[in-house]
DNA sequence: AAGGAATGCAACCGCCGATTC
DNA sequence: TGAATCGGCGGTTGCATTCCT
């Protein structure tokens, strides 16, 4: 469009950028230009638009302001309760995966979530990484190399949603009378891409696993229970930001095999 | 009331995978 | 097919504000 800098060029344009673009906190007249361009032209290439729109800034900076602030829908201000308690979720389940963990905020972005995260419930004494798997090779030291999926070992109990446990290697399990997986007869074998699970051996309701950051368990629908083989390849869209657990629960096409 | 410490948040940086040429 | 580029992500930093002594 207006830009005239060869796309080739980007690479050194951007030590340029640092030594010449404008930093740091972005002032109202910066907002309204960058909205009323893309308003205007939409968002077709983040580097070659902030120059026609009128901005010293770099295209990355472009970008993280619209996306973290100044786009459409955005959430700002306090998390609720369902919020945090979602974030805890889904942080046991995945880790520091702030974009996944905001695909299930409609509204917030990753950084909100990581900000709030770090400033707010790491304090807490809230598990900072993804609960290892349990394995009988204590030494080994290696969180994703059990077979177990790492949110194996995970309860959420479904009275204070915001009490998940840690495995037994990482606290006492036998505090609060809640129970792991393993401890519950949990079971799981792993073939070619399909997992085998017996349902009828777990006892934890309201649960949620996580393998290699697929989801393979719904958490409340009791039918749920009753289906023992998950092809991880079909769940894996349902890992998408785009589908809740809802949607694992009513597609028939999850439930065929 | 003042100053230091703690906190919260916006923005930057570097890396990486996907896409384009 | 490999290099260049882009967009996205997670980690980190710096500054403004709030809290505490």
Redo the contacts with the bound molecule.
Sequence with gaps: MGST??????????KK??ME??????SPEE?QKLVAYIQRYG???????ADPAGLA?????C???W???LRPNIK???FSKEEEETIIKWHQL??????????KLPGRT???I???W???LK?HGISEKPVPAPSTDQSAGSQHASVSPPGANLIHDSDNPSAIKNSPQETNSTDSGMTTLQESGFEETKIDNCMQVDWTDIEARDLELVYREKIILSPTMEDAYFESIYRLDMLEIYSLPEYSTDDMMYDDNLWEN
């Design positions: 800098m060869p796309s080739k060029q980007c690479k050194a344009a951007g950028d640092s673009m404008k930093k740091g906190p972005w907002d968002i077709w290439n983040w580097n070659h638009m800034r770099t295209g990355k900076s970008r993280l302001r996306m973290n602030y700002h201000g306090n995945l880790g520091n995966k702030w974009a996944t963990i905001a695909g990753d950084s909100e990581k900000n709030y770090n400033t707010r304090k």
